[in-house]
């Protein structure tokens, strides 16, 4: 709410204090502002990551709130500001969360006028989001011995019940607290130690990795079943992104690879449900490729990476499979050359390609044989005449040029491209498998590398679990704490698929709620 001329104050020294301050306040975002602008729009070396990007305007909304609030304090605003800014996004309050509702009643209790009682004829409410404070708590488990008093036969007690960590400190639930905040909310060891010792509660990262570590051995059944699941199955997203990992002995880093493959049906209507696997491996060439994707001989949705095209080798043992390649990394090599200006030809490929994605976001989540048919009557024309284009531009543009190079690539890949255009289960890019990627990228920013190749391993088997979670819409704390507790008791022959994050139904909820959901 903006002051007026009757707000201000009229002593001249506190309008010279405002006005100093609100240059001061002016002259700070703006320099945000600056910032943001040279590592957008300036060199190379200057540009930030998304990341860091969506950091620096955290910061400038931070700066904006903060002036308009001392702007209000310095005016002597006593009006309540309005329930919702311009600008600013209010968020939406879940109806699980419990509702403590209080009265706030008049000062008056009677009428001014005729000293009648009041009574309530409407009310003003707001809802706001409070926080208590995570609780930590011990459980005491007590297994008493029973004896007879009438004979001596024998002593009776409970069996001890099984845990993660055998008569450890931890419950699954403070376990599953630990993996959560450090593979999904990217929060390494050393900081939970501090978050921990703030309670009064010493537990020192080597513990912490100590119960990963138990935990793991336990999860790597279920990210090894939902493997084979995925690879069953008749098309696959694929994508790798380094990982660091300490070189044991020598003090430094390597580079090793963290493999995913993914699946995600809902384009087209399939009913497979969606999941994420991540495989952890040392190298990224075609040897390994071929381990991650053993027979498989479905469809390979990927980027143009030479690693991957074994895959349709006519001797590959199990036979050839089908690859098709991503049209967002087609557009990508144009857009960098076109956002400079001045790139006729990089922004009419630009068109045609926005043009296909315009179809494919009219048909999606239709049946694959109308995908098909839409593909053929639409998209085709235009895929018949984009070829013939770009070979009659390539002589045309210096060899050099980043548009010759982006051009030079698609022609380049040019089969497996064009492949949407013969199955409607097929995607136009292969951004479903790349969005997976970006958590394993914040990952790597905040641990910067492994400590081994076994380090990697067990945050492969946790990021499956818990990326695969996030796409079925399920609390990964929720279903790690309920999993380990129901893992433990499971012979090595017992059957897990009731584990896995798409068939889990939390055993702690009871059967009615079940019931009710399912309705």
Not at 249 to 277: E, F, M, Q, S
Not at 364 to 370: D, L, M
Request: hydrophobic letters at 40%; aromatic letters at 6%; glycine letters at 8%.
């Amino acid at each position: 709410m903006s002051a007026t001329a009757a707000d201000l104050p009229d002593d001249v020294a506190t309008l010279k204090a405002m006005v100093l301050a609100g240059l001061e306040r002016e002259a700070r975002m703006q320099h945000i502002i600056d910032q943001i602008t040279r590592t957008t729009f300036g060199k190379r070396s200057e540009k930030l990551s998304e990341d860091q990007l969506a950091l620096a305007f955290d910061d400038l909304d931070v700066a904006r709130a903060e002036l308009e609030a001392l702007g209000e304090q310095a005016a002597g605003q006593k009006k309540e500001r309005a329930r919702r800014e311009s600008g600013t996004a209010r968020a939406s309050l879940p109806a699980h969360l419990t509702r403590i509702e209080e009265v706030i009643l008049p000062d008056e209790k009677e009428c001014p006028c005729c000293g009648g009682a009041l009574h309530c004829i409407d009310s003003d409410i707001s809802s706001r989001l409070d926080v208590i404070p995570v609780q930590y708590r011990v459980i005491v488990t007590s297994r008493p011995r029973m004896a007879c008093r009438a004979c001596s036969e024998g002593v009776f007690q409970a069996p001890a019940p099984k845990h993660v960590v055998p008569g450890g400190l931890p419950t699954e639930a403070l376990i599953a607290d630990v993996l959560v905040k450090k593979y999904a909310d990217h929060m390494p060891f050393y900081r939970q130690a501090q978050a921990l010792r703030r309670q009064g509660i010493e537990v020192d990262r080597g513990t912490m990795c100590n119960w990963a570590g138990r935990a793991a051995a336990w999860l790597g059944r279920l990210t090894s079943r939902m493997k084979v699941d995925l690879l069953s199955g008749a098309r696959l997203f694929v994508d790798e992104t380094t990982a660091k990992v300490l070189a044991p002995g020598t003090g430094k880093v390597k580079t090793g690879y963290l493999w995913a493959i993914a699946r995600d049906d809902g384009a087209h209507g399939g009913t497979d449900p969606p999941a994420v696997a991540y495989t952890y491996m040392p190298g990224r060439g075609k040897v390994w490729a071929e381990k991650l994707l053993g027979e498989f001989t479905g469809i390979v949705q990927c980027d143009g990476y030479g690693a991957y095209k074994h895959i349709e080798a006519p001797d590959r043992e199990g036979g050839p499979g089908t690859l098709a390649f991503c049209w967002a990394h087609v557009r990508r090599g144009f857009f960098d050359n076109a956002k400079g200006g001045n790139a006729p030809v990089a922004d009419e490929a630009l068109r045609r390609i926005a043009s296909l994605y315009k179809i494919e976001a009219r048909i999606r989540g239709s049946s694959p044989e109308h995908r098909l048919a839409v593909r053929q009557a639409e998209s085709a024309p235009i895929i018949a005449d984009m070829r013939p284009w770009l070979e009659e531009m390539l002589p045309k543009l210096p060899r050099s040029s980043n548009t010759a190079e982006a051009i030079g690539y698609t022609l380049n890949h040019w089969k497996g491209l064009v492949r949407f255009l013969e199955d409607g289960r097929i995607e136009l890019d292969n951004n479903t498998v790349e969005r997976s990627i970006r958590p394993l990228t914040l990952q790597r920013k905040n641990a910067l590398f492994t400590g081994h190749d076994l380090g990697a391993e067990n945050w492969a088997t946790f990021a499956s679990l818990i990326e695969t979670c996030k796409l079925s819409g399920i609390n990964p704390q929720a279903y790690l704490t309920d999993v380990l507790a129901r893992i433990v008791l499971r012979g090595d022959a017992d059957p897990i698929d009731d584990l896995l994050p798409y068939n889990w139904l939390d055993s702690r909820t009871p059967v009615s709620t079940v019931i009710d959901q399912a309705a």
